[in-house]
Every structure is written in structure tokens, then in C-alpha cells.
T-cell receptor, first 110, second 110 residues
């Protein structure tokens, strides 16, 4: 699986859009980009995934660059409950194993 | 409600006293796995199971055993716990793109 690079921490004002970047320059053609988050010491929670097209669901949007070497997770209207560590993971769709890096600690500021 | 349950949630034990952490899922997932989380080391996979009676080692399997006799259950067994197994443990199950994590078991071995 390709490795990812994320900033260790970010702050965002409540109500604003939180944009979390991820670099995955060695991603291969059959690898997807997945985002999970972990709130305090709870179990990680799936957010969204994508291959090359932008994706949106009820939680977030995922923007993947055309060369697929980086992506951005967007939380459109951040709330205090979005304070968490966000993990960007790349892996084959059929490979169930998740390899977690250190993620980005996002703090939403009131 | 779709969920992964773990028991116990908290456990303090002594070196060498065998223990089992149970994990159960109600989503009929074939894939289940165990992770441990330690400060500075992130989440690391211990063991995983692709289906009933099919288990395999993850990244840090030493000192652990698992079994998969039924699809819904995937217990983690520590036959002779040691202090370096003090950690936060998560069970997960999943299919396709999404994995569900349990609430975690905080284990302290003295």
C-alpha cells in the first residue's frame, strides 16, 4: 500500500469549512483513497472514499487531484463534534487491511 | 442497529493471567480484525480473519491468539499477558469499502 503524508495538526473555526490535505504521491492505479476519523479514544469511523472522481456524502466531500497524488477532505460546516484525528489511507479496494498513519489532529475552535 | 461490540471495555490484570477479549458483530461481515493503539505508534493490526476458520497474522501478532469459529465472533486471547501488552484494543469488521470499529478495550497489565 502507498504511504500518505498529512499535517500533524490543524485548527478550524466552528461553522467554517475544514480542508484537510493528504499527499499520496506513490499511489498506484488500483488504489483508492479512504478517510477515517477517530474522536478522542473511540473506534475509528469511516468517512468517505474515492478513486479518481470527487465524491460527496452526508459527512464530507473528497477532492482528488487529476494526477491522484494528493487529495483534500472537506468538512463543509465544521462543528465542535468534528474535533478528531483524521486519517488518510490508500489501499486496494479488495484489500481489507487498513494501515493507519499518524493522521491530522483537527481542532474546531468555538 | 449495525454495531461491533467488545467486552470488557476496561480490564486491569496481572502478568501471566490468561484473558480473553470478546468481539461480536451483527452485520454478517466475513472480514474481522484486531488492532492495538499505543501513543506515538498509532493503530497497528494484530490479527485478521477473512472468514470462519480463516485467520492470519497482522503486523504485531506476538503474544496474541485469535479464533473464528462463528462468523459473528472473533475473540482475542492473551495466554500470558505482559506489561508491554498494556494498550487500547479495537476490534473491527467490514465489507468492501467500509469497516466498523468497536468502542475499544483498555487493557492494563501490571
Amino acid at each position: 500500500d502507498a504511504k500518505t503524508t498529512q499535517p500533524p495538526s490543524m485548527d478550524c473555526a466552528e461553522g467554517r469549512a475544514a480542508n484537510l490535505p493528504c499527499n499520496h504521491s506513490t499511489i498506484s492505479g488500483n488504489e483508492y483513497v479512504y478517510w477515517y476519523r477517530q474522536i478522542h479514544s473511540q473506534g475509528p469511523q469511516y468517512i468517505i472514499h474515492g478513486l479518481k472522481n470527487n465524491e460527496t456524502n452526508e459527512m464530507a466531500s473528497l477532492i482528488i487531484t487529476e494526477d491522484r497524488k494528493s487529495s483534500t477532505l472537506i468538512l463543509p460546516h465544521a462543528t465542535l463534534r468534528d474535533t478528531a484525528v483524521y486519517y488518510c489511507i490508500v489501499k486496494d479496494f479488495g484489500n481489507e487491511k487498513l494501515t493507519f498513519g499518524t493522521g491530522t489532529r483537527l481542532t474546531i475552535i468555538p | 442497529e449495525a454495531q461491533v461490540t467488545q467486552n470488557p471495555r476496561y480490564l486491569i490484570t496481572v502478568t501471566g493471567k490468561k484473558l480473553t477479549v470478546t468481539c461480536s458483530q451483527n452485520m454478517n461481515h466475513e472480514y474481522m480484525s484486531w488492532y492495538r493503539q499505543d501513543p506515538g505508534l498509532g493503530l497497528r493490526q494484530i490479527y485478521y480473519s477473512m472468514n470462519v476458520e480463516v485467520t492470519d497474522k497482522g503486523d504485531v501478532p506476538e503474544g496474541y491468539k485469535v479464533s473464528r469459529k462463528e462468523k459473528r465472533n472473533f475473540p482475542l486471547i492473551l495466554e500470558s499477558p505482559s506489561p508491554n501488552q498494556t494498550s487500547l484494543y479495537f476490534c473491527a469488521s467490514g465489507r468492501d469499502y467500509e469497516q466498523y470499529f468497536g468502542p475499544g478495550t483498555r487493557l492494563t497489565v501490571t
